[in-house]
């Protein structure tokens, strides 16, 4: 009889225990699918942090998209000038990905043809770029290369003036098509969806009004153009 009563209660206490542990089982199960915050990360160089802008913090083009996400949300603005793809992968891309990002866009690759880098080492290193990004299950908007036949003079005479030498469309042109083909290659590999800058050239660098004295950079007016481009492909694929 003693024996039979401790065991009763030893079967009771463990069914309490029993009973605890689920009812918080799934509060945590719970909390490990609640819909991640919202997290925005641009990266890019000169261009993504606004260069040309009287107020590069609300004037870029990534503080513009920034202004159709939900309340609460989070945006990190990594553009900065010079920036290539190979300065993005070994800097900016651990900070973005700190940030648990959900969205971002990626406007690399104008400095990367300026400096000489081949279409071949483009293509390795957006590949890794996109693949990590992928990894974190953001969203990716990818721009490509601008048409640089369509490009004003003074557009090569700032990176003239920057990195020495003589540029002119002829030499760069082409090249430019190949880290377009490279992209789209990629970006199809890696989900990202590629927003066709080089088709937009001529709508920007053709307006005097858009481009800032230096010719390479945008003014606000022309960022604003940049986002809206950005946002109505983002828009379509539900993003934004």
């Given at each position: 009889?003693?024996?039979?009563?401790?065991?009763?209660?030893?079967?009771?206490?463990?069914?309490?225990?029993?009973?605890?542990?689920?009812?918080?089982?799934?509060?945590?199960?719970?909390?490990?699918?609640?819909?991640?915050?919202?997290?925005?990360?641009?990266?890019?160089?000169?261009?993504?942090?606004?260069?040309?802008?009287?107020?590069?913090?609300?004037?870029?083009?990534?503080?513009l998209l920034a202004r159709h996400l939900p309340r609460g949300a989070g945006?990190?603005?990594?553009?900065?000038?010079?920036?290539?793809?190979d300065a993005a992968l070994s800097g900016d891309l651990p900070t973005a990905?700190?940030?648990?990002?959900?969205?971002?866009?990626?406007?690399?690759?104008?400095?990367?043809?300026?400096?000489?880098?081949?279409?071949?080492?483009?293509?390795?290193?957006?590949?890794?770029?996109?693949?990590?990004?992928?990894?974190?299950?953001?969203?990716?908007?990818?721009?490509?290369?601008?048409?640089?036949?369509?490009?004003?003079?003074?557009?090569?005479?700032?990176?003239?003036?920057?990195?020495?030498?003589?540029?002119?469309?002829?030499?760069?042109?082409?090249?430019?098509?190949?880290?377009?083909?490279?992209?789209?290659?990629?970006?199809?590999?890696?989900?990202?969806?590629?927003?066709?800058?080089?088709?937009?050239?001529?709508?920007?660098?053709?307006?005097?009004?858009?481009?800032?004295?230096?010719?390479?950079?945008?003014?606000?007016?022309?960022?604003?153009?940049?986002?809206?481009?950005?946002?109505?492909?983002?828009?379509?694929?539900?993003?934004?």
């Open positions: 009889m003693k024996t039979s009563l401790v065991t009763r209660i030893t079967h009771a206490i463990l069914a309490l225990v029993l009973l605890g542990l689920s009812a918080r089982v799934p509060v945590q199960a719970a909390g490990q699918h609640h819909a991640a915050r919202p997290v925005y990360v641009a990266l890019g160089a000169s261009w993504t942090a606004g260069d040309g802008t009287d107020d590069p913090a609300t004037q870029s083009y990534p503080a945006f990190y603005n990594l553009g900065s000038d010079g920036s290539t793809l990905l700190a940030e648990r990002p959900t969205l971002v866009t990626v406007w690399l690759g104008d400095n990367d043809l300026m400096g000489g880098t081949t279409p071949a080492t483009y293509r390795t290193n957006m590949d890794h770029l996109l693949a990590a990004l992928q990894r974190s299950h953001a969203r990716v908007f990818v721009a490509n290369v601008l048409d640089l036949s369509r490009v004003p003079a003074s557009y090569f005479a700032f990176y003239d003036a920057v990195l020495g030498g003589s540029r002119t469309a002829a030499a760069y042109a082409p090249v430019g098509r190949a880290y377009n083909s490279a992209l789209a290659a990629v970006a199809a590999r890696h989900g990202a969806t590629v927003v066709d800058l080089y088709a937009a050239t001529k709508g920007l660098w053709g307006r005097p009004e858009l481009v800032y004295s230096d010719g390479m950079h945008l003014t606000a007016q022309g960022y604003a153009i940049v986002a809206h481009l950005f946002y109505g492909i983002m828009h379509a694929h539900g993003a934004l």
